[in-house]
């Protein structure tokens, strides 16, 4: 039984062309609570377009690395969106009666009650993967429910254990203009791709972006060894990974060659990044080499992204 909160955020709808749970659930609360941006917007503004962060931990499953918070700008995303979003985070496998779950849990609650969606990562109930989802009610377990992004058409359903990350909505914020947001995101992707978002910790785990993020994933594959130690199927996971990371770098460019160019006055230079961006999307194989490739590819890019705004 489920004590409905929110009324008014249906199930939500997974598309494999978007791929990032925690921005496609970002996208659809947005729409509850305010006027809504559209996922490539908010995709480019919370930098998911343009970040990928790798694992230091040689146990810890690929399948962890796909959705990257707090490292992710929700600062940047706030402003896009024109409402404050905070970001809150527990521990693995966190139990109800843990203290951080339970300083968390009044203030969720109160959320809720005053109609606010909040975001939440955590093990669902009946589901393998740890995406990001709209929390809307309350379970008879005392835990919160919601709309989890892979539960299907039909899925409102509580968490198994109570969430390790949240993202709670705020007040109202003034936007920026259209173009002093572009500069600030891609400001904010080109730190992204040099990976100097590196040596981040959290939930327990160092994480490393950019070419030594790259260049770890490549040494994952290279080591022989049994590739996740957590998911049944290691195809699915790397293959799961490979799409994430060729999905959110077409929104990258295509956010550069669209949004960035008119918003930059800057239609031909915009534009030839974005098609580089998505150029290195299309050619990344599963083989270590075109990884490292990859990670050397977008240091470059970084580069002319910096270019363009005159840094």
Known sequence: MIEQKLHGIGPLRPDPNRPSSL???????????ADGRSYEELAAAT??????????????????????????????????AGISLT??????DCEQSNPLWLALREELFGSLEAR????????????????????TGVHASGLPAG???????????????????????????????AQELTVEILHNAARALRGELSGHVTLGQAWLSGPAGMNRWAERLESGERYCTICADDRRCLQRVTEFYRASRRW??????????????????????????Q??????????????????????????ISELLGE
């Open 147 to 177: 709309h989890c992004w892979s539960g299907g058409t039909n899925s409102i359903e509580g968490l198994a254990t109570a969430p390790t990350q949240l993202i709670f909505f705020g007040r109202e914020m003034a936007r920026p203009s």
């Open 116 to 135: 606010l969606p909040v975001l939440a990562r955590g093990g669902w109930a009946g589901r393998d993967t740890l995406d990001w989802g709209i929390l």
């Open 279 to 304: 150029a290195l999307a299309d050619g990344l194989g599963t083989d270590p080499g075109t990884i490292r490739a990859a990670g050397q590819a977008e240091l470059e890019l970084a580069g002319r």
């Open 23 to 33: 921005v496609g659930s970002l996208t659809e609360a947005l729409w509850y609570v």
């Open 87 to 92: 970001y809150r985070e527990t521990t693995p």
């Open 252 to 277: 990258a460019g295509r956010f550069l060659s669209e949004t960035a160019a008119l918003r930059l006055n800057s239609v031909r230079p915009a534009r030839e990044l974005g098609r580089q961006m």
């Open 47 to 80: 930098g998911s377009a343009f970040l990928f962060s790798v694992g230091t931990d040689d146990q810890a499953c690929p399948g962890q690395w796909l959705e990257r918070c707090p490292d992710i700008s929700l600062e940047t995303a706030s402003r896009s």
